[in-house]
């Protein structure tokens, strides 16, 4: 059936149950599963905030570098139910947009399916799905397994 899924997570309830779905179609499919997290150095549609302004350029790198840190966290924790039940998995770990590096991760290792929750820890909802979902939704070449 699949043969490589792509787990996009944030470590929200959301994500952790997409990641619980993936578990199962891997199982039954034989699949090769990929867990990606992309950290947002900051969100495009957000004004100039107190968060911006405590960036300063010359943090910058530690800034992105605790990024990377939590994503990693992140990827480590929804591994974990895959381990758990013997099932290999690849960690990627990215800093940028995250539908757009979600849409072209999945391009670039062949993925046949992503699966990802509706709604992550942005906080932001948009009638029935989240913006990013609806984004990897609407651009993502393969096919998309949202779960509520």
Known sequence: MYQKILVATDGSEYSMRAADYALTIA???KAEVMII?????????VAYTELATAIKLKDSEKFIQ???EQAAKIV????????????????IVE???PADIICQKAEDLGIDLIVMGTRGNSGVTRFMLGSVSSKV????????FVVR
């Open 95 to 97: 800093v940028g947009n």
């Open 27 to 29: 199982e039954k499919s």
């Open 76 to 91: 480590s924790q929804t591994a974990r139910i895959f381990n758990e039940r013997n099932i290999p998995v690849q960690a």
């Open 137 to 144: 939704v609407t651009h993502a070449l393969c096919s998309v």
């Open 66 to 68: 605790r990024m990377r």
């Open 37 to 45: 997290s992309v950290a947002q150095y900051l969100h495009e549609d």
